[in-house]
């Protein structure tokens, strides 16, 4: 081999390692990582179900985007002012189940979360610990979401709703 086609292999072989999404992601980091991710989903439903806005908004980046089957929300401030618009007439329950978190970077994750969520109207003078009738859930899909690690830690940067199933009514 000639001096120059041992170069090439060499550049070949360096730029394959740089590519490398996660090669700057020791063991413990991803596990760390994928813990902050998993955390982050169990707040988002705690909160959603609720209707704290704050808390809820507050899993996501200052210029967070939520992508649901309606609507498009941008910023936290947008984000938190859609739960508001529920909040009393509705009550929500999110099952949040398999998951799969994939760590790109030290700064950047992935990750997709099987979700089966109920709401339903609140009829009036409703206790809170009054149980309520459902024809089925609303939607049962997966979010597809992008972390990023912040100032603040890591907050979810991008979340879509795909919805797979639809209960149809009996």
């Known amino acids: 081999m000639t001096a120059s086609w041992m170069s090439r292999i060499a550049v070949a072989v360096l730029l394959v390692s740089a ?3 996660d090669a700057d ?3 413990p980091m991803r596990r760390a990582i994928e813990a902050a991710c998993d955390e982050l ?3 988002y439903a705690i909160a959603r179900d609720r209707f704290d806005a704050e808390s809820y908004a507050a899993v996501f980046a200052d ?3 939520l992508v649901l089957p309606d609507a498009t929300y941008r910023g936290r401030a947008a984000i938190a002012a859609r739960l508001r618009q529920g909040a009393g007439k509705t009550r929500s329950q999110h ?3 398999s998951r799969e978190i994939r760590v790109i970077d030290s700064r ?5 979360v099987y979700a089966m969520i109920f ?3 609140l009829p009036p003078a409703v206790s809170a610990d009054q149980a309520l009738t459902t024809d089925g859930p609303l939607a ?3 979010y597809h979401d992008e972390y990023r690690l912040t100032e603040r830690g890591w907050k979810i940067a991008r979340r879509e709703f795909r919805t797979n199933f639809v209960w149809e009514n009996p």
């Open 19 to 21: 590519c490398r999404a």
């Open 25 to 27: 992601v020791d063991a």
């Open 41 to 43: 989903i169990d707040q």
């Open 63 to 65: 210029d967070g985007v």
């Open 95 to 97: 099952f949040m189940s």
């Open 108 to 112: 950047k994750a992935t990750g997709l």
């Open 119 to 121: 709401i339903e109207a």
């Open 140 to 142: 049962i899909g997966a």
